[in-house]
């Protein structure tokens, strides 16, 4: 029995992002999880440079790159469901620093996709996580980016390739 990676990772972002009615959702990339989301919450911003399907009715686009989101001072949570690694890690670096000096205090950042707990060439398989691995960050890397940018990360792996990270956007 194979197991969709991506689909362990959206659920455990969506239960993670403990979201609730008030909420408004920046998700960036667009990801099947965000019929779930609106659910959920008040609003839902996806970012992305292609128009996504259908999207809920209190669910609206924006055209950018996903390291271009809205202005996020009214914003509660960000989510990034399996995109964060198709940014090379100057982007990822840069929009980590964005989002840490955009979010307000006590927002959340959650992050499910692939990073690394192993070396990728001691892992079997690495192809099973999916495509455009050769920016992964390893779990280390992106928690402490995020710590430098102003979030208080805790990390959830799942096997030696993924995980979500969970940042709640401190006072520093």
Not at 15 to 35: F, K, T
Request: glycine share 6%; hydrophobic share 50%.
């Amino acid at each position: 029995m194979s197991v969709d990676w991506a689909e362990v990772a959206g659920r455990v972002v969506l239960e993670a992002c403990n979201a609730d009615a008030r909420d408004h959702a920046v998700m960036l990339g667009y990801s099947p999880i965000v019929e779930a989301l609106a659910g959920r919450v008040a609003r839902v911003t996806v970012v992305d440079p292609a128009l996504p399907r259908a999207l809920p009715a209190n669910a609206s686009w924006q055209r950018a790159a996903i390291d271009a989101p809205p202005d996020l001072a009214a914003v509660s949570m960000v989510l990034v469901h399996w995109t964060w690694r198709t940014l090379p890690p100057p982007r990822q670096q840069a929009l980590a620093v964005l989002l840490g000096k955009s979010l307000p205090e006590r927002a959340l950042l959650v992050i499910g996709d692939v990073m690394w707990s192993l070396p990728p060439d001691d892992i079997d398989e690495p192809e099973q996580y999916g495509d455009q691995l050769e920016h992964a960050p390893t779990a280390a890397h992106l928690t402490s980016q995020l710590r430098s940018a102003g979030f208080l990360p805790d990390l959830h792996r799942f096997g030696p390739a993924v995980g979500v990270v969970i940042g709640l956007r401190v006072n520093r």
